[in-house]
């Protein structure tokens, strides 16, 4: 399940001997980072905690809270090759909470004990970056990636098949399908795409409309050479937040996803 879909879960959610919740700013893009300082903050912020529990706490709860931040350390440690611009992490004592994610949106560093889940942070960055949809366009290949708070949630690719003259849905979430359609003749198909790419375009705008629609995708972001993305742009009724004139076409999901953050600057 996709963060966004947690938090409705995750406010409902209470244990009498405690939650943990962390919000870690890893965002290697700054030179504090580079340097190992979320390790540090990681370290500070569990002790601090530790500390709070040892002057008002039981030795029952000390004891839970323990195992619990040496559970969420090693992992966070042990993921760091998967971090990005921070981490979000859940879990409670009672073993039935236990969410983590490696984002690509910054966070403010932040540690709770308590015996709910602390999601207020998180229901800011829902609203901050909303759900997304950004359509990858290379010629006769198209994929549009569901995204929500730094997350793929889901990934399609439509790639138009020559011999039934119609666009082939493949899904998935990893950048494995986001591969360029081939052919055997080249020419041949250049030929074609230039003299059918406005018809071809116009029939899959339609198809792309619909899928915005049902995904409750709230901002859509066109991205591709310059005259692929205006070519698709004119037959999508979808409002465009913006375009980006980049082949990332084959990049994978998160550096994509960096480029959207990027150019949009919130």
Do not use: C
Request: aromatic share 8%; no cysteine; charged share 30%.
């Amino acid at each position: 399940m996709a963060l966004l879909e947690d938090v409705a879960s995750l406010k409902n959610k209470t244990d009498e001997t405690g939650v943990l919740s962390i919000y870690l700013s890893t965002d290697f893009s700054q030179q504090s980072q580079q340097t190992g300082e979320w390790k540090i903050l990681l370290k500070n912020g569990l002790k601090r905690l530790r500390e709070y529990i040892e002057a008002s706490g039981t030795h029952e709860e000390l004891k839970t809270f323990k195992k619990i931040s040496e559970q969420a350390s090693k992992q966070i440690h042990d993921q760091q090759v998967n971090m990005h611009r921070s981490v979000i992490l859940f879990a409670s004592a009672d073993g039935d909470i236990w969410t983590e994610r490696y984002l690509q949106v910054p966070v403010e560093t932040e540690f709770h004990w308590e015996k709910h889940p602390e999601t207020t942070q998180l229901e800011t960055l829902q609203k901050n970056y909303p759900t997304t949809g950004v359509i990858l366009v290379q010629q006769r290949d198209v994929v549009l990636m569901d995204t929500a708070l730094g997350e793929i949630r889901d990934e399609v690719q439509y790639s138009w098949d020559l011999e039934s003259e119609d666009w082939k849905e493949y899904k998935g979430t990893s950048a494995q399908i986001r591969v360029a359609s081939g052919t055997t003749d080249f020419d041949e198909f250049q030929q074609r795409f230039e003299e059918n790419r406005q018809r071809w375009y116009k029939s899959l705008g339609s198809v792309l409309d619909r899928e915005v629609k049902k995904r409750k995708l709230n901002e859509v972001y066109l991205i591709g050479s310059q005259d692929s993305i205006n070519d698709l742009g004119k037959h999508l009724n979808t409002n465009i937040t913006n375009t980006i004139s980049k082949n990332l076409f084959s990049h994978p999901g998160h550096e994509i996803l960096n480029h959207v953050y990027n150019e949009d600057i919130r």
